[in-house]
């Protein structure tokens, strides 16, 4: 079947750094995608979302990119904070309501 | 600050024995979703209700699990008997449904199942 996934299971950034977290989808029906961030302990905290419709999104200190020629999906943060460590996750939306979650990506702050 | 809570937070519990699990979902979101997260199958939908009414439910072990609303402002989510296959974090998340592909999903802490 058809999934989302992640291209680095770690990334290690340095503090101040700007940060990349790829994600590649198999689905070129989804018309929707998430990042969410899971800290831990926590459940999945939502951080933007972009429709197909769009290329590029921006958030505070975060921007996704949809790319949907090679089916591809970015989240960019910039200046990377302590604050920003955690496990990042790709969703793209399935049948309505339905999301499949990528396996996610770990990222550590180095200070 | 609204936001999903779940009780209990841990939960230990031995083979055979019932586990229920409760999730109170933010006041006015009309969708709410099950959700159980491993290390080996990452998170996976089990089930979505909207309305308090049951539209999927594919994604939950039928003989063991149950899941219901009783009302707008308490989700369940049953094992009996529990296994220890069923060790994980089981996650709710609630939206306000309003209809299609973009309807965000909020998440609570999650309930952390650990079956001896």
């Known amino acids: 079947g058809e999934s989302v996934g992640l291209h680095l299971p770690t990334l290690s950034v340095q503090e101040g750094d700007n940060s990349i977290i790829n994600c590649a989808y198999s689905?070129?029906?989804?018309?929707?995608f998430i990042w969410y961030k899971q800290e831990s302990g926590k459940g999945p905290q939502f951080i933007i979302d972009?429709?197909?419709?769009?290329d590029k999104r921006q958030g505070q200190r975060v921007t996704v990119l949809l790319n949907k020629t090679v089916k591809h999906l970015s989240l960019q943060i910039a200046a990377t904070q302590p604050g920003d460590s955690a496990v990042y996750f790709c969703?793209?939306?399935?049948?309505?309501?339905?999301?499949?979650f990528g396996a996610g990506t770990t990222v550590t702050v180095r200070a | 600050d609204a936001r999903v809570t779940q009780t209990p937070r841990d939960k230990v519990t031995e083979m055979g024995q019932e586990v229920t699990m409760r999730c109170q979902p933010i006041?006015?979101?009309?969708?709410v979703f099950w959700y159980r997260q491993t290390m080996m199958q990452g998170l996976e939908l089990l089930a979505y209700?909207?309305?308090?009414?049951?539209?999927?439910d594919s994604g939950m072990p039928k003989d063991r699990f149950s899941a219901e609303m009783p009302d707008a402002t308490l989700a369940t989510l049953k094992i009996q008997p529990s296994e220890p296959r069923d060790s994980a974090v089981y996650f709710c998340?609630?939206?306000?449904?309003?209809?299609?592909?973009?309807?965000?999903?909020?998440f609570g802490p999650g309930t952390r199942l650990t079956v001896l």
């Open positions: 998340a609630s939206g306000l449904g309003t209809g299609g592909s973009t309807d965000t999903q909020y």
């Open positions: 689905n070129s029906a989804s018309d929707y």
């Open positions: 972009i429709r197909s419709n769009m």
């Open positions: 969703a793209e939306n399935l049948e309505g309501y339905k999301l499949s």
């Open positions: 006041l006015g979101h009309n969708t």
């Open positions: 209700f909207r309305n308090r009414a049951p539209l999927d």
